[in-house]
């Protein structure tokens, strides 16, 4: 009942200005439920709060909704230091995350200095370390690109490598193109497809992900004395990627969530002796075998519950697991409702999960979370410093499910393909 009563409120909140956001907040009259709503939603925007709406907003977070406050502290301005160090010593790391970004933002005199102290700090959990990256790059320090390339080594965390990739892709230089270079040879997955497209972006050269090729250009270029940048001359590669349903895959560690429902028993509309469900499960069943030794995956569908193939855990792409994959798949039955919020909760939960692809054919009928903006916010509030790729697919799906499943794919760094 109170779900329905939030997503019947959800209009109101989405169109409302950050203004009457607070006041609505401050306006104690309100019950707990809608304040809370109140605090998901400014917690997605962006812009100012005032401390007083911090202030009615800690009377309310509770659980993972402290993460919203924390986040509206760092927003906060100079009033809200003290509480953002505080939680800078959380033990939940989201909440640190927040904490930590909103110092390195807010705080005038020592912000920079946090920054350099905890990107670099090895025993700092990985979320935090993006958080003062990417804050030192939000306040627009001079100390950013130095601090930048410096997480391009050997022995950085992926994710935090791709943070890295990403804010010097802000505004990138020649002078990138040497670390990138290495990057391309040192590094897997999607830090080496990152590291590749910002060096095509750069030079306008489609070479792949070939570090000789790069480094004979860039070694041609330098002992002409011209500008690292594309001519009619070279031959390229072209960086080519595996794909599940026409969405390129760019990590190694993959989550496959895909609709359960009862609806995936309906034909497709071009191919009438084949259904949605019997089409998703035979493309996966293909490429399974295709992935790289090195990766490792997870599939789960999602109905009205929500099934796994590997119990909670990534499992290595050896012969006997895609084997137990691929009965796993045979057995899979079509039935009951959406539970979209579900599977992407349970994908988020795999430890080191680098690429989520989602595939339905609806919008969420079931779950803890049916409204899609609402699924939005807690994918937002899990992947702000995870940086795991999110793409989607919708297959048959309906335009409303188009523009969700867009949105969903465009914020968290992914694709969405729609298939009629």
């Known amino acids: 009942m109170l779900a329905s009563f939030l997503i019947a409120l959800l209009p109101q909140f989405a169109d409302a200005s950050m203004q009457s956001l607070e006041a609505r907040l401050l306006d104690r009259s309100n019950s707990s439920e809608v304040r809370v709503r ?23 977070a509770r659980g993972p909704w402290t993460i919203d406050y924390v986040r509206l502290l760092g927003r906060a301005g100079e009033p809200a230091l003290p509480e953002l160090r505080k939680y800078a010593r959380s033990r939940t ?28 700090a090895r025993n700092e959990p990985i979320e935090a370390r993006i958080a003062a990256l ?19 080594g050997q022995g950085v965390p992926a994710s935090l490598q791709l943070e890295a ?22 590094a897997e997955g999607r830090v080496q497809s990152a590291a590749v497209a910002l060096l095509q972006r750069i030079t306008g050269y489609r070479i792949g992900a070939d570090a000789r090729s790069w480094r004979y250009f860039f070694m041609k270029h330098e002992v002409e004395g011209s500008a690292f940048r594309r001519d009619a001359g070279p031959a390229e ?3 080519q990627t595996l794909s599940y349903m026409g969405v390129p895959i760019e990590g190694e560690r993959i989550v496959f969530v895909l609709d359960a429902s009862g609806s995936m028993n309906a034909p497709l509309a071009e191919r009438t002796r084949e259904t ?27 109905e009205s519950k929500i099934e796994g193939f590997s119990g909670g855990r990534l499992v290595p792409c050896e012969e006997k697991r895609i084997a137990a994959a691929d009965a796993w798949l045979g057995e899979r ?12 909760e349970e ?68 694709v969405y393909r729609a298939i009629r």
Not at 38 to 46: F, H, N
Not at 95 to 107: K, P, T
């Open 38 to 60: 109140i605090l998901e939603e400014l917690a997605m925007r962006d812009g100012a709060v005032s401390w007083e709406a911090c202030e009615a907003a800690k009377s309310v």
């Open 93 to 120: 790391d989201l909440i640190r995350a927040e904490a930590v970004y909103g110092l390195v933002r807010s705080d005038a005199a020592e912000g920079e200095s946090i920054a350099r102290e905890r990107v670099h």
């Open 134 to 152: 990417r804050g030192l790059a939000d306040r627009g320090s001079i100390l950013t690109r130095v601090e930048s390339l410096r997480q391009l």
């Open 165 to 186: 990739i990403e804010i010097l892709g802000r505004s990138p230089t020649d002078d990138d193109i040497p670390y990138l270079i290495d990057v391309v040879d040192q």
């Open 237 to 239: 590669a072209s960086h």
């Open 276 to 302: 949605r469900g019997s089409r998703a499960v035979s493309e996966l069943a293909e490429l399974l075998p295709r992935l790289p030794r090195s990766a490792s995956f997870d599939i789960l569908f999602f």
């Open 333 to 344: 039955a079509f039935d009951g409702g959406t539970n979209l919020y579900g599977g992407l």
């Open 347 to 414: 994908a988020f939960a795999r430890k080191g999960v680098e690429e989520v692809i989602l595939l339905t054919d609806g919008m969420p009928s079931v779950g803890e979370v049916q409204d899609p903006h609402r699924i939005l916010a807690w994918v937002q509030r899990w992947n702000r410093w995870r940086k795991v790729r999110v793409s989607t697919i919708g297959l048959s799906a309906p335009r409303q499910a188009d523009r969700f499943l867009s949105k969903l794919a465009e914020q968290n760094g992914g």
